[in-house]
T-cell receptor, first 113, second 112 residues
Framework: NAGVTQTPKFQVLKTGQSMTLQCAQD?????MSWYRQDPGMGLRLIHY???????DQGEVPNGYNVSRSTTEDFPLRLLSAAPSQTSVYFC????????????FGQGTRLTVV | QQQVKQSPQSLIVQKGGISIINCAYE??????FPWYQQFPGKGPALLIA?????SEKKEGRFTISFNKSAKQFSLHIMDSQPGDSATYFC???????????FGKGTRLHILP
């Protein structure tokens, strides 16, 4: 069972570069989300989607774009990387939007220099 | 603003002891309170969860205590083991919203 798969696991970017963090789930979950984890800050929601074609902003959306063309995939795009986006990024999915277990990927550690 | 406040930020407990992590919330519309456990290099995973209509939920060595009037809930780990060393996040959700609000996390270290 693959669950939630994130790629890449590690990435180093130069300031101003763009890239896409990939996230795929094989559980047919409607709800998917992206979080960033920084020391002492916990997990902060970047963007989320309640189904294919539907996305919305979370707590810290600036500098990131998302799209949801299929149920399985939810890529996160960094438009112009900044050092402040150095973080560990987690993708999560769950069966329902309330009261259901969230399944997280293994994370992508991104460093922007 | 931080809607779920978690303490302590870090905790060291002797093997066999009781680990206690506390969380408090302001919004009375929250009606589901999960705890997630995260090991180094891994994503968080659901540990245990409670709804506000019960005051306690126990699963093995892990217990959530919930105080609705005080708007507080806590995780107790009985007979703590080195394998419990991890970061723990409390969280809260409300039915009419579709987000999980996480606390800032507690790094727990169990001494062997």
């Amino acid at each position: 069972n693959a669950g939630v798969t994130q790629t890449p696991k590690f990435q180093v970017l130069k300031t101003g570069q763009s890239m896409t963090l990939q996230c795929a789930q094989d559980m047919n979950h409607e709800y998917m989300s992206w979080y960033r984890q920084d020391p002492g800050m916990g997990l902060r929601l970047i963007h989320y989607s309640v189904g294919a074609g539907i996305t919305d902003q979370g707590e810290v959306p600036n500098g990131y774009n998302v799209s949801r063309s299929t149920t399985e995939d939810f890529p996160l795009r960094l438009l112009s990387a900044a050092p402040s986006q150095t973080s560990v990024y987690f993708c999560a999915s769950r069966r329902e939007v309330f009261g259901a277990e969230a399944f997280f990927g293994q994370g992508t550690r991104l460093t922007v220099v | 603003q931080q809607q779920v406040k978690q303490s302590p930020q870090s905790l060291i407990v002797q093997k066999g002891g009781i680990s206690i992590i506390n969380c408090a919330y302001e919004n009375t519309a929250f009606d589901y309170f999960p705890w997630y456990q995260q090991f180094p290099g891994k994503g968080p995973a659901l540990l245990i969860a409670i709804r506000p209509d019960v005051s306690e939920k126990k699963e093995g060595r892990f217990t959530i205590s919930f105080n609705k009037s005080a708007k507080q809930f806590s995780l107790h780990i009985m007979d703590s083991q080195p394998g419990d060393s991890a970061t723990y996040f409390c969280a809260a959700e409300m039915n009419r919203d579709d987000k999980i609000i996480f606390g800032k996390g507690t790094r727990l270290h169990i001494l062997p």
